[in-house]
C-alpha cells in the first residue's frame, strides 16, 4: 500500500506555465519535505514542513512556493517554470519523534517535470 | 563547505562483493544513511550507523568510522537487481540531510 503519494507521476508544461504538484501520505508523519533531484545529481532540499512550520532552504528560489493545508496533503507550487527547473520532484516525509533524527525518510515516487 | 564524496561509478558481477564507499566533512554529525535508487524511482531506506562498527542486515552491511569521516556499504551475493544509485547521506549538527551525488552500480551477469 503506497503511503506517500504524489500526483502526477509525469508533468510537461510549457516554459512559464504555472505547475503544482502534490504529495499526500497516510502515515501521520510531522514532517514533509520536497525535494529537487537532477540526473545523477544529489537530492536538493527546497523546503520542509514540521507540523505547520515552514522551513525554506536559502537558497530555494522564489520561483518555489509550497503549501501544507493539513497534516496530509503538501503541496509544491512553481510559478514560472524555466528550463532549469525539470527535474524530478521528491516528496518525503518523517516522524516527528526517533524518525527524524535518525533521518529514515519514506519517499514518494516522484513526479517527473518536463519543461518545453 | 559541508561536502559527501563517493565514487560515480562501480561495475561488479552478479554473485561477487563490492564495497562503496562514502567520506564526509560535515559540521556535526548525527548519523550516516544508505539510500538506494532505482533508475527513475524515488530512493528507499537502507541503513543508519551512527556508532563505529558494522550493521548487518541480510546481504548488506553497512560500516562507520567517525574519527576518519568514512563509512561503507557492503552488498553481497549481488544480483541484478541490485543494480542501481546508492547514495551516502549525513545527518548534521542542525540535524539536517547532507546527500552525496550517489555511486551507480552496474552489475554484469
Known amino acids: 500500500d503506497a503511503m506517500v503519494i504524489q500526483n502526477p507521476r509525469y508533468q510537461v508544461t510549457q516554459f512559464g506555465k504555472p505547475v503544482t504538484l502534490s504529495c499526500s501520505q497516510t502515515?501521520?508523519?510531522?514532517?514533509m519535505y520536497w525535494y529537487q533531484q537532477k540526473s545523477s545529481q544529489a537530492p536538493k532540499l527546497l523546503f520542509h514542513y514540521y507540523d505547520k512550520d515552514f522551513n525554506n532552504e536559502a537558497d530555494t528560489p522564489d520561483n518555489f512556493q509550497s503549501r501544507r493545508p493539513n497534516t496530509s496533503f503538501c503541496f509544491l507550487d512553481i510559478r514560472s517554470p524555466g528550463l532549469g527547473d525539470a527535474a524530478m520532484y521528491l516528496c518525503a516525509t518523517s516522524g516527528a519523534g526517533t524518525e527524524y533524527h535518525t533521518g529514515e525518510l519514506f519517499f514518494g515516487e516522484g513526479s517527473r517535470l518536463t519543461v518545453l | 563547505g559541508q561536502n559527501i564524496d563517493q565514487p560515480t561509478e562501480m561495475t561488479a558481477t552478479e554473485g561477487a562483493i563490492v564495497q562503496i564507499n562514502c567520506t564526509y566533512q560535515?559540521?556535526?554529525?548525527?548519523?550516516l544513511f544508505w539510500y538506494q535508487q532505482h533508475a527513475g524511482e524515488a530512493p528507499t531506506f537502507l541503513s543508519y550507523?551512527?556508532l563505529d562498527g558494522l550493521e548487518e542486515k541480510g546481504r548488506f552491511s553497512s560500516f562507520l568510522s567517525r574519527s576518519k569521516g568514512y563509512s561503507y556499504l557492503l552488498l553481497k551475493e549481488l544480483q541484478m537487481k541490485d543494480s542501481a544509485s546508492y547514495l551516502c547521506?549525513?545527518?548534521?549538527?542542525?540535524?539536517?540531510?547532507?546527500w552525496g551525488a550517489g555511486t551507480k552500480l552496474i552489475i554484469k551477469p
Open positions: 550507523n551512527v
Open positions: 547521506a549525513v545527518k548534521d549538527s542542525n540535524y539536517q540531510l547532507i
Open positions: 560535515t559540521s556535526g554529525f548525527n548519523g
Open positions: 502515515l501521520n508523519h510531522n514532517v
